[in-house]
């Protein structure tokens, strides 16, 4: 099952910033079983990686953009390395 996990790097641009994003991320997240971390960005944007199965990432995603409080505007997303020692998911600052 692990062989079809993936890794992506992601930026959110929209009104990502003081909306409780991070929080919201991180809960589904743990939800979810998947790793990573999230930070808020100098530009206003959120970063974030997220690693497991691709249907829990996009679920994610697709679960931020219904919350009423968060608006994503943009997203870039790319594929990156596996961290095969990860095993949590955390906030940074």
Known sequence: MSESKIREHIRFTGYVQGVGFRYRLS???QRY???GWVR???DGSVSAELQGLPEEIDQ????LQQDRYIEIQGMDRRKISMEETE???QVRY
Do not use: M
């Open 60 to 63: 994610i995603i697709q679960q």
């Open 33 to 35: 079983g998947v790793t």
């Open 87 to 89: 095993y949590s998911f």
């Open 27 to 29: 809960h589904l997240a």
């Open 40 to 42: 808020n960005e100098y």
